[in-house]
């Protein structure tokens, strides 16, 4: 299974929900980044994918987006390959 990077905050219901749709698919770890904690850690975030908001995912290399991206690469049966190692 590839690895999974998430942006995340402390308090985000969006994080939450994108975690647990992670882990119902046997994603164990989720390589977590907390932009609440560590500014330049935004900035970064900001800096790949233009955007403002999290979570933002990322599963190996490829930029998934945020958790409506990632329920929907689910509905379309696109996310199982992309885990896929």
Do not use: W
């Amino acid at each position: 299974m590839k690895p999974v990077t998430m942006y995340t905050t402390a308090v985000c219901p969006y994080c939450v929900r994108a975690k647990q749709l992670l882990a119902s698919k046997g994603v164990g770890g989720i390589n977590e980044i907390r932009i609440d904690l560590d500014p330049d850690a935004r900035d970064k975030m900001m800096a790949l994918t233009g955007r403002r908001t999290v979570p933002q995912i990322f599963i190996g290399d490829t930029h998934v987006g945020g958790c409506d991206d990632l329920v929907a690469l689910n509905q379309a049966g696109k996310l199982d390959p992309l885990l896929a190692d």
